[in-house]
């Protein structure tokens, strides 16, 4: 079955750690996102990668970090400059980055701050 | 920029009550628009998409969305709900053809079905 995975499902963070969540997917798109989502917002767009070796800031993406080695895999570390991180992320690919390729979104992370 | 408006953050209907959930975008072009379905600790969904034709485009589930440019209006319905529907519900725009994608979320509209 073709999807996006995202691992872990919960994550826990202490203060002043790198967490790094992981997005895979073997739908073969080029395009992959990854959003953060707090209670009673939308979400909102951190890093986006258009291909493989390319990624690009979104509205948030302060305190994040992302790379894009293979086109598989886009993972995402939370680095401890990021003040408020605990929130749902969720991970998101479309077939290319085009606006009329709708995107296809994995289970997401849960990550708190202990 | 653009943006999106689900006015109603929380609405309840019956079983087999009709539904409809609004949302308002601004965008200063054509924009594409779109539905998620958000169930409790999973991902979203796409319900359906609207790029340009006609106007009321049918989804997944039994769902339906009309387009109403004059009204900046993209609001989703279904005639009959079922208790399996409680969720939340996320319209979002992206800009519209030969753009890369800027896909905007609205805050959702959070459904409770009663039996």
């Known amino acids: 079955d073709g999807g996006i995975t995202q691992s872990p499902k919960y994550l826990f963070r202490k203060e002043g750690q790198n967490v790094t969540l992981s997005c895979e997917q073997n739908?073969?798109?080029?395009?992959m996102y990854w959003y953060r989502q707090d209670p009673g917002q939308g979400l909102r767009l951190i890093y986006y990668?258009?291909?493989?070796?390319?990624?690009q800031k979104g509205d948030i993406a302060e305190g994040y970090s992302v790379s894009r080695e293979k086109k598989e895999s886009f993972p995402l570390t939370v680095t401890s400059a990021q003040k408020n991180p605990t929130a749902f992320y969720l991970c998101?690919?479309?077939?290319?980055?085009?606006?009329?390729?709708?995107?296809?979104f994995g289970d997401g992370t849960r990550l708190s701050i202990l | 920029a653009q943006s999106v408006t689900q006015p109603d953050i929380h609405i309840t209907v019956s079983e087999g009550a009709s539904l409809e959930l609004r949302c308002n975008y601004s965008?200063?072009?054509?924009?594409?628009l779109f539905w998620y379905v958000q169930s409790p600790g999973q991902g979203l969904q796409l319900l359906l998409k609207?790029?340009?034709?006609?106007?009321l485009v049918q989804g997944i589930k039994g769902f339906e969305a009309e387009f109403k440019r004059s009204q900046s209006s993209f609001n989703l319905r279904k005639p009959s709900v079922h208790w399996s529907d409680a969720a939340e519900y996320f319209c979002?725009?992206?800009?519209?053809?030969?753009?890369?994608?800027?896909?905007?979320f609205g805050t959702g509209t959070r459904l409770q079905v009663t039996l």
């Open positions: 998101a690919s479309s077939l290319t980055v085009n606006s009329n390729q709708p995107q296809h």
């Open positions: 739908l073969n798109h080029d395009a």
């Open positions: 990668s258009q291909i493989v070796n390319d990624f």
């Open positions: 965008y200063g072009a054509t924009p594409y």
């Open positions: 609207y790029f340009s034709g006609d106007t």
């Open positions: 979002a725009v992206d800009r519209g053809s030969g753009t890369a994608s800027k896909l905007t």
